[in-house]
């Protein structure tokens, strides 16, 4: 039988391509190989090791070079062609390509193993649909293509790619804001089909072993990535197509926001409230009534409601010296009652008809067009919006509607019709704004929140959100699954509505184990339509009092959700991780879709059922496990029941972790780190461990690359009879930094003694826990010695 399902494999990875397509020639130059084919041409260009492009030119069409998802140049790597008789082959130290000439096929190959290979190659099905397909082992687990709710594992599904929203959705949405044309393989390669045109990716819906990806239009280019392991495949996909620049410091913290504030005096009162309760906040939010009184009639003003808002500038001004950021929502539909209609025509800045004319539709908000940014006019006119806005105070921008919403087929734009560009709309859009503020802000960091995007959009520093869930349990259950897969598709900030968005369901048990699993998402932002309060300080007494411990507490990890940020602009690494990165080949692991990673030290375990007391958690075996909440130990490669109480959801701390932690503070313009707690967990299994700390001052773009920045580095060398802890900072050129305090606790252990830089210093234990203060000069690397 065994041989058998290895015949079986080899021959699904043997069928060739397309028996028409006649082997004729090759040349190699620059890094490029060209092989010319009865039926056109391929280029081969690898772009580092481990990324290598593939593009397909059909006799009578021109090479498209156009990518909107790549940013990366090809490196002068080593390449070695190999040509003879049967086969044709381009190596580098990472990726292999085989191609045999007859029958004509290509396969890759890492490490000397098969990958995957072209089934039937490019085909052009008909006027209107081209494809191209690859073999895949029988075994794969198929991940990507965007934003959806199917479980982790994709394969066996028939993907539409076309960004659309799913109002609503709870445990299953096909399709949805982001449709990214991109699959990942639990054997650790990545596939990316670098068109923007709307399509479909299959994952194997025949149940044949094959992958096609199918589109109207564009280029017939694909990259093939391969890595090490999950996070080095991912960082191999955003070196390809770009890192997440790090966001403003108060990006992080709470959210005020609601479907929507009326008014300048509700919005002021809303953070009155906030302040007299002591709820941390950072940020409110105004959706669509900021620009006019009703949902209908009034999108594309994209100005002041004067009469509910009589002076936004002194609202902004004194929002922001409480440390409170405004953010407003705009979209890229201007109706025709709109106050910006005849501005919009008379400088033509619309998308067209087949006359030419402003293309208009009817739409649930009223007639309509959508600004053409695709048009230089087009994206000035937009970003002059934005710059008006900016210039008045304004601290972020929400783009809504960006799939587009509504964006018939034969409209037409600046940059092709409008099956073709749909998928990049919300891409380009986040463009303009990442570039406006680089160009006229140069040292404001964006806030950018969006609901729709492409391959590479985090690179403008695009905020995704997984749209419009229905407001009950299955809506908070896929959404661990969709910020997982986000993240494995570059887009690490992938959140969601806390407490869910859709609907008038009144449920305060399912909004508290929202905000709790939202603590350890990427961005904490509660948000509702107006039946029910999304605001902590709007509930009533007793969930009032759990929510705020559960923002206190997202506060209080701010040194360490920053420090995951950073890491994430520098490597593509996602917050959110799910537990097969620890376990590639557990099958158990590749398929779960709540349970994740936050980062490398946090096991979090959301509870996503009503009346939960006690719930199931696998503990991933390359660690043993501590309680976050009473240090009790579990043991690596495990399984237990553990007990869930009402104010937090089960959360575990890798053994030899340091957590940097900060006292709870009103909002982030007070947060520092001249004074903070680090926590290390100490596990007599783990002779060595490091951790790390990043602070800038939030606010400077690209700080890191500037200098100016600090980075703390903790390492620790443990035995049974004694802990070594050494805290070591590097300091950029042109930061500023300050002597510090650190209150030490060491968890799991007891002290006999503690010295600093050998001398003895006063220590408690408290709770199986050691607490020490260490006063650390920042030209020193003190040494801190605990025996047991």
Known sequence: MKKLLFLLFITSFCIAQNANRKFISQSYKNNVLEIKTSEGYY????????????????????????????????????????????????????????????????????????????KNGYTKVNDSTHTIDFNIAPDEKLFGGGARALGMNRRGNRLQLYN?????????????????????????????????????????????????????????????????????LITNYTDLTGKQPLPPR?????????????????????????????????????????????????????????????????????????????ILITEPFVLTTSSKWKEAVAQNILVTDAKNKPATWDFYFGNTSVVDIFKPEGAAWFWNVYKRLINQGVGGMWGDLGEPEVFPSEVKTAAGPADEVHN???????????????KDFPNQRPFILMRAGYSGSQRYGMIPWSGDVNRSWGGLASQMEIAMQMGMQGMGYMHSDLGGFAGDYFDNELYLRWLQYGVFQPIFRPHAQEEVASEVAKKDIATKAIAKKSVELRYQLLPYIYTLAFENSTSGKPLMRPLFF???????????????????????????KAGVTATEVYFPKSSNWFDFYTDKSYKAGTTATVAVGTDYIPVFVRGGSFIPRIKTI?????????SF????????????????????????????????????????NSSSKNIILKLAVEIGKKYLATDKT????????????????????????????????????????????IAL
């Open 43 to 118: 280029l081969m260009k690898p772009f580092s090791e481990k990324i290598i492009e593939t593009s397909f030119i059909p006799n009578g069409e021109k090479n498209n070079i156009t990518s909107h998802a790549v940013i990366k140049s090809v490196e002068n790597i080593k390449c070695k062609v190999v040509n003879n008789s049967k086969t044709l082959s381009l190596e580098t130290s990472g990726i292999k390509v085989i191609i045999d000439k007859s029958p004509f096929k290509i396969s890759y190959y890492y490490n000397n193993s098969l990958l995957l290979s072209e």
């Open 164 to 232: 659309r929203a799913h109002y609503g959705y709870e445990t299953k949405a096909e399709l949805m804001n982001f449709c990214i044309p991109l699959v990942l393989s639990s054997k650790i390669y990545a596939v990316h089909f670098d068109n923007a045109a709307i399509g479909y990716l299959d994952l194997d819906s025949q149940k044949n072993n094959t992958v096609t990806y199918e589109t109207i239009s564009g280029r017939k280019t694909y990259q093939v990535i391969v890595g090490d392991t999950w996070e080095n």
């Open 250 to 326: 108060w990006a992080f913290g709470n959210f005020s926001s609601r479907f929507g504030y009326h008014s300048q005096e509700e919005v002021e009162n809303t953070i009155k409230k906030f302040q007299e309760d002591n709820i941390p906040v950072d940020a409110i939010i105004l959706d669509l009534y900021w620009f006019g009184k009703t949902i209908k009639g009034t999108m594309g003003n994209l100005d002041w409601d004067k009469d509910n808002f009589p002076n936004p500038e002194k609202m902004i001004a004194n929002l922001k010296a409480k440390g409170v950021n405004t």
């Open 424 to 438: 990049i709309y919300g891409h380009n859009w986040a463009k303009l704004i990442a570039d406006g503020y680089a």
């Open 582 to 608: 620890e376990e590639p080949t557990n099958e158990k692991a590749l398929n779960e879709k709540e349970s994740y990673l936050w980062g490398n030290d946090f096991l979090v375990k959301p509870i996503t």
């Open 666 to 674: 009103q909002n982030t313009t007070a947060y520092s780190l001249n």
């Open 677 to 716: 707690d680090l926590h290390f967990y100490y596990d007599e299994t783990v002779a060595q461990s490091s951790g790390k700390l990043y602070n800038d001052d939030g606010a400077t773009p690209d700080a890191f690359g500037k200098s100016a920045y600090e980075l703390m580095t903790f390492t620790s």
């Open 742 to 785: 650190v209150t030490l606790t060491i968890h799991n252990c007891n002290a006999k003694s503690v010295t600093i830089d050998g001398k003895n210093v006063i220590f408690k234990n408290e709770n199986q826990s050691v607490v020490v203060d260490v006063n650390w000069n920042k030209n020193t690397t003190p040494e801190i010695k």
